[in-house]
């Protein structure tokens, strides 16, 4: 692929995204995948990558820049974490491969000892954040099936922590009682439940049952609104601490963003939400400006 | 068999449990199944029930006095909820039946309108509690898969509540990341995070991940009874207006009821707990001599 130069690549836990790059990290091809590290095994990684990018290849070596859990202990080959505080995406390894026509570097992710946590991936969309805006100090929220609160500081990751909201929504919606009340979407109805649990976030988990009782009894029809305005609203009432007093921005894109910033505006904060994959491109973009020196 | 004059039926979502009685309301024998009512369709109910009691029966018509989710709209047959505040188990339906040596009567549960709430099996227990103790006033508590909370005044249920605690606890136990970071269990494990979160309940929610993070980084051996603590100190949190200021009674038994002991014990209340299953015989009596009148 003629100005090709280097290849993108965020690799999930469930999904595979590749980028074909220029120089100046413009995307001339892209590849979606259900590929995720979940389903493989450690020998596949290559074969995989190999499967979607051949095409691209030629007798150049081509630097292949990936972020994600492909660089967890159980993906293709694990990437040490980084410790807070740390500049976001500063740390990648050099991977052994096989394959003669692309080199591979993976991002290492981000970990902290007090109040231990870790992220694999957000640490690069916050890279990419942080070139656009080099001088940002403040909060990014990033939500998603396990999201990320994280504190900029002096231009490094300060402390973040993870909520594993998405995941938990998910089993419930699907998996417990609550899966036969839950209905349709209501706006009004998601407001309500996030007021509430947010005003009294002790009842978090106490008052979930009452979302089936009352549709048994009154045939309420939203209780998938219902739930999940009181999972976020107990999820921003723990994380108060990162974005009080300060105007977080939200890294993500589609409906979990938009009940996100809902949530905000019922606290009077007025939040911007910026699309995620541009973000890992840019901070792709600066590693491979590093590795290419 | 001989002296039996009645038979307990106590039919749950997944257990099935039938006592032969006399007419003083003690055991002949003891039938245990998991032909529980998830896995039934309406008309395999008496099937079921004939096939472990049929060689009780005689030429005479042997009262069954069942209780449970045998009563639900997708159980026998329906048996409609008495209302808040009533007394426990003081409604229940008689239902026409092929077979001509039994008669079968099914109790109601309770239904609360304000603050939406239902209960299926509880109510025959907590009978059987206050045939013991009729001048009792305060609260119950009968730990479960789903827990109810329950304000007796006047010998009636004034007002309950449900959480669907152990339904969490399992799901996130065995199907959410969590599954990879149960590890052993810890009285001491239980008791940081109970105390934890009772401290600071909106972190409920929240703090889970941090179970994971926590193993990944250090290998805490313990996230089963971390995440036992914190979900069992979140409901004692959204139930402190049931409990503050009483002495609860716990009704259940087993390794659940000794980890709701525990946490009373935390917050400096010795609780006694008092075996479900007496007390369901001995409510289901109470109907029975209702019945036999």
Redesign the interface.
Known sequence: MKNMKWIAVDWGTSKLRIWAMDEFGQVLAEVRADDGMAGLNQNDYEKVLLSHISGWLTDEVTPVIACGMVGSRQGWFEAPYAKVPTKAAAKYVNVDIADRRFSLSIVSGV???H????MRGEETQISGFLVGQPNFEGVICLPGT?SKWVQIEAGEIKQF?????G??FG??SQ????RHSQGSWSDEAFKQAFEDIYNA??????????I???D???GDGHGVARLSGS?IA??F????HYWQGQTPVLIGAGELVRLYQLGFELLDLEVKALRAAPLTMAGLHRVYEEVNL
Chains 1, 2 share one sequence.
């Open positions: 970990m902290q000892s109040k231990a946590d870790v396990h922590q993870t909520a594993m909201t995941e938990i089993l419930l998996k417990s009682v609550l976030p002790e009842n978090a988990l106490s008052s979930l049952f009452s089936r009782a009352q048994l009894l009154n999972l107990s999820e009432a723990g994380m108060k």
